[in-house]
């Protein structure tokens, strides 16, 4: 349209709010789980297909039933990551060993210093950033 104007531009106005941020996987309510076990945080009520962690701070993210799931695999292009979540911790070696007793694995793959590279129960990349 000639002459309008997007909305959506840094101006602190949009055309909507965000909601959430979804990760599609093949049991939403066990990784929410896993999130919230390193987060905090509620999930919402038991719905086989969606579940939604809603943090102390007002962050929120969902999962939902992706009956064909396939993870990421990362790096590489095959199929790669389109998303992933990074947590802040105060201690990357307290946090690694806590995240890995919940049922994450460590990615072989670890091109930094200040960060590390994981996979959630689901297969999706997540990473540990030193505060």
Request: proline share 8%; with cysteine; aromatic share 6%.
């Amino acid at each position: 349209m000639t002459g309008s104007t997007p909305t959506g531009t840094g101006t602190g106005t949009g055309i909507g709010t965000l909601e959430t941020v979804v990760l599609d996987c093949p049991d939403p309510r066990s990784l929410g789980e896993f999130y919230a076990a390193i987060v905090g945080g509620k999930l919402d009520a038991d719905d086989p297909d969606w579940t939604t962690l809603r943090d102390d701070s007002g962050a929120v993210i969902s999962f939902q039933r992706a009956q064909e799931w396939a993870p990421p695999i990362w790096p590489g292009a095959d199929r790669p990551q389109q998303a992933h979540i990074d947590i802040t911790v105060a201690d990357l070696d307290a946090a690694e060993a806590q995240v890995l007793a919940l049922g994450a694995r460590k990615h072989e793959h670890q091109p930094g210093t200040s960060f590390r590279v994981f996979l959630d129960p689901a297969g999706h990349p997540f990473c540990l950033c030193a505060a």
